[in-house]
């Protein structure tokens, strides 16, 4: 499938831990990553996806995000907390 153009085409896989204020709803509203707190302008898209159900694993909810400086971010949100997935340039 192309991305569309509104999406970068070269991305950085991180998978690292972030702490996240969500809304009423749990979408994420601001993560704060390392030292850098980010705040999300937009949710651009979301999805779920299944994880490996064969090895126990739960589902996860996964955000593609737009930060209030343009940055598009990619959050995915575990039983165990979330994370930076991905960060697209």
């Known amino acids: 499938m192309p991305m569309r ?32 707190e980010v705040t999300i302008h937009e949710i651009v898209d979301r999805w779920e996806e299944a994880g490996c159900w064969w090895q126990g694993e739960r589902p996860r909810r996964v955000y593609r995000a737009r930060s209030s400086e343009g940055a598009l971010y990619e959050l995915h949100h575990h039983a165990d907390g979330w994370r930076l997935y991905r960060a697209y340039d």
């Open 5 to 36: 153009a509104e999406y970068a085409t070269v991305t950085k896989c991180l998978d690292q831990p972030i702490t996240v204020s969500a809304d009423p709803r749990g979408r994420p509203r601001r993560f704060r990553w390392g030292r850098r």
